[in-house]
């Protein structure tokens, strides 16, 4: 990897698992300072500087924004990335799923990126990325909340890229497919037949295997990159073909 990256400050959401760590740890590696956002350390311990932050919390995001404030006066990168998820139709989900996941999908990016703007508009190369889903563009079974809320992303994404277009802040998204992740482990454990399970998994995306957590990282860094100084508004499949492979059978 180049030194595109070297010197240059980062906030990631969602940093202590997953695609959230994988994505610290490349920009670590790369030569730039992150700062992890999420409710526990996980395992972001010597990747990133840890900052509790709840993004379903206003006065909890202003909090954590204020102490990366505290240590430097520019930020180049913010990475949306946390979010939870949720299994089962509209005739399954309660109002109080619809709040929580909508609340933390998708107004947690909308907070986040609203108390990131003073620091990102200090720098000659911003880049915003969110972390969108293949749910936001193709259907998928028992996923209805879940999908509404990265749907929102999408369009989230769109609108912020043309909001700050102007301001020289690009703003973009990934979707990723089913990725490995700890959160798909453990709807696998959950499960009646984990194993099958996995491979229904494995099997709806073309490739034939899950997506990594590394893979869709590194599309991440791609797109936050100041080498890219011209993609804005793009959203970035990384699924395996799903969303526009249709092979035979």
């Excluded at 703003?171 to 990723?176: A, D």
């Amino acid at each position: 990897m180049n030194n595109e990256f070297k010197g240059l400050k980062a906030v990631v959401t969602g940093a202590g698992s997953g695609i959230g760590l994988a994505v610290a740890t490349l920009l670590k590696e790369s030569g730039t300072e992150v700062f992890g956002f999420d409710i526990g350390e996980g395992q972001m311990g010597g990747v990133a500087t840890w900052v509790s932050c709840d993004v379903s919390s206003t006065p909890s995001v202003k909090e954590a924004m204020s102490k990366v404030l505290a240590n430097t006066r520019q930020l180049d990168i913010l990475i949306n990335n946390a979010g939870i998820g949720a299994v089962g139709s509209v005739a399954d989900a309660t109002d109080d799923e619809w709040s929580r996941v909508l609340n933390i999908n998708v107004a947690g990016i909308g907070r986040v990126s609203a108390a990131a703007l003073p620091l990102l508009r200090k720098s000659q190369s911003a880049a915003i990325v969110n972390t969108c889903s293949i749910a936001a563009t193709v259907g998928l079974p028992k996923r209805a909340v879940y999908s509404a809320s990265k749907g929102a992303v999408l369009a989230l994404t769109m609108a912020m890229a043309a909001d700050f277009v102007s301001e020289g802040i690009r703003v973009n998204c990934v979707n990723p497919g089913t990725a490995d992740t700890p959160w798909v482990g453990r709807l696998l454990s959950n499960a009646s037949d984990p194993d099958a399970e996995r491979k229904a998994l494995e099997a709806r995306q073309p490739m034939g295997r899950l997506v990594s957590a590394e893979e869709v990282a590194r599309s991440i860094l791609y797109l936050a990159s100041p080498l890219q100084s011209s993609t804005t508004g793009t959203a970035l499949a990384v699924d395996g073909g799903m969303n526009g492979l249709r092979l035979p059978k």
